[in-house]
């Protein structure tokens, strides 16, 4: 089946901490995996996609994800969490079988000061 | 370059009555899907559509009818509202192509069903 599990549905980390989001997908073939950020009362903007070039992706705002195949993941890092990263991150797969994409249940990001 | 426009912004429906959601996109974009946000919940597919005349249910379509008579627009109809339907929902739109698959999203429409 089709899934793509995201571990923690709140993180909360102090500012200037390591910030570590974790998406596993389900897929029996490479597929394209990407990362949202939702911010409140507002819509889902694409922090970074993987295609298949390089396993480790860079995207804005600092964050980067490294695509494992081995352990079906592809978590979210960044190394210094800003009060500004607060917001809501989402895991999205597309199944190019299936000719839509997934997403994860989403994770909230808490930054203590 | 507008995006992906959906409206209402938000709309409050009694128990029964009936509304259509209208999403248009500006990007040429071949895909274009409805999702539903609750609390706590994600984003779970309606409905999605991989090109003018085709559409196709997705995990969670009762209550809900689409139609995609153009490549730029995707409306979603809800014709017996129920609390049930309370939620936020997102239209998106992508190219079909394998590397530019990643979804544009609109605004977001909050849909109160009392």
């Known amino acids: 089946a089709q899934s793509v599990t995201q571990l923690g549905s709140h993180v909360s980390v102090s500012e200037g901490a390591l910030v570590l989001l974790r998406c596993n997908y389900s897929?029996?073939?490479?597929?394209?995996l990407f990362w949202y950020v939702q911010y409140p009362n507002q819509g889902l903007q694409l922090l970074l996609k993987?295609?298949?070039?390089?396993?480790l992706v860079k995207g804005i705002n600092g964050f980067e994800a490294e695509f494992k195949k081995s352990e079906t993941s592809f978590h979210l890092t960044k190394p210094s969490a800003h009060m500004s990263d607060a917001a809501e991150y989402f895991c999205?797969?597309?199944?190019?079988?299936?000719?839509?994409?997934?997403f994860g249940s989403g994770t909230r990001l808490s930054i203590r000061p | 370059n507008a995006g992906v426009t959906q409206t209402p912004k938000f709309r409050i429906l009694k128990i029964g009555q009936s509304m259509t959601l209208q999403c248009t996109q500006d990007?040429?974009?071949?895909?274009m899907y409805w999702y539903r946000q609750d609390p706590g919940m994600g984003l779970k597919l309606i409905y999605y559509?991989?090109?003018?005349?085709?559409?196709d249910k997705g995990e969670v379509p009762n209550g809900y009818n689409v139609s995609r008579s153009t490549t730029e627009d995707f409306p979603l109809r809800l014709e017996l509202a129920a609390p049930s339907q309370t939620s936020v929902y997102f239209c998106?739109?992508?190219?079909?192509?394998?590397?530019?698959?990643?979804?544009?999203f609109g605004q977001g429409t909050r849909l109160t069903v009392v």
């Open positions: 998106a739109s992508s190219y079909s192509q394998a590397m530019n698959t990643e979804a544009f």
């Open positions: 897929s029996s073939v490479p597929p394209y």
């Open positions: 993987y295609t298949s070039a390089a396993t």
């Open positions: 999205a797969v597309f199944y190019s079988s299936a000719s839509k994409i997934i």
């Open positions: 990007m040429n974009h071949n895909y």
């Open positions: 559509s991989v090109g003018a005349g085709i559409t």
